[in-house]
């Protein structure tokens, strides 16, 4: 207890990063699969138990967290009570893993509070049961089941590498997209095997150049698969200018990858010429290139009483 009809009540809290579209999606053999590219935005959510207080969210909207925390909360055996509180820099709809870094934070943030290890594959699992993730509970370019919330590899770190995107207009919605998803052919599979190759070739030499070319095959599939014609747009940009590609192919993100050490002054050009596209407002973002150690933690919150 403190002065003035205060007390200190504890809460924790966790954190996830986001990505900006996939470096490669679609599907070899039976199974889909995505490839991350983590970036610095990211979600964080925020838990505090209020006994008696049936568990909600705010904003309300954030219905999949909820959700997440009420299956991870009944797995435990814990009364579904408290707030979450969530704070994110991912816009929804675009491509950027929004939901799913909701989700992650939120079953960090309980697992802090609760004094509970939690795997990647226990979070991967509570998400995929929700909808479509990415796979952004594991750290660095992995290559992930959306469907079935499974690891398939770890790649490793991305080499320094700058993203100039554009976020797009509207959104999409991941399960819709999913659900409509049709299987892909032969040779897509086949190309896609080869953007597989240079993503583990680009991540083991360190080079930018490498990884941007898979998401440029990536991204080529996906137009030919019935993307729209921003993407058409993006990769004869890239391929004029000597520069990766990278898209959502579940959203409206598209980006040109860079090495990270390009100069200012052609980053500022790029920029121009994704202005110029007219396909909404434009950035510039890292890559994260080492893992995040402190994902998680605890503290205090005062409480009116």
Known sequence: MIDGGMRMARLAWGFATGTFGELVQGQIGPDPFLITLPIPWGAR????????????????????????????LE?????????LIIYSTLPIGKGMASSSADIVAVCRALAAFFGREIPAGDIARVASAIEPTDGIMFPGVVAFNPLRGVLL???????????????????????????????????????????????RQGVERRDVR????????????????????????????????????????????????????????????????????????????????????????????????
């Open 45 to 72: 959510a925020a838990y505090c138990h209020v006994p008696g207080q049936p568990l909600q969210v705010w904003p309300e909207h954030r219905v999949k967290a909820l959700g997440a925390a009420k299956t991870l």
């Open 75 to 83: 797995s435990w055996g814990k009364s579904l009570e408290g707030v």
């Open 153 to 199: 590899e770890r790649l490793g770190m991305a080499p320094p590498a700058t993203i100039v995107g554009v976020l797009g207009f509207g959104g999409v919605n991941t399960v819709d997209r999913h659900e409509s998803r049709q299987e892909y052919s032969v040779i897509h599979q086949q190309r896609l095997r080869q953007a597989l190759g240079y993503v």
């Open 210 to 305: 490498l990884l941007g070319l898979a998401g440029r095959i990536s991204a080529e599939v996906d137009y030919e698969r019935g993307a729209d014609a921003s993407v058409a747009d993006l990769i004869c940009l890239g391929e004029s200018e000597g520069a990766g590609v990278i898209i959502a192919h579940s959203g409206t993100v598209r980006g040109l990858l860079l090495p990270g050490s390009t100069p200012a002054g052609t980053v500022r050009r790029l920029r121009q010429k994704l202005w110029a596209l007219d396909a909404g407002p434009v950035y510039r973002i890292p890559v994260l290139t080492a893992p995040l150690y402190t994902l998680s933690g605890r503290g205090d919150a005062i409480q009116e009483i």
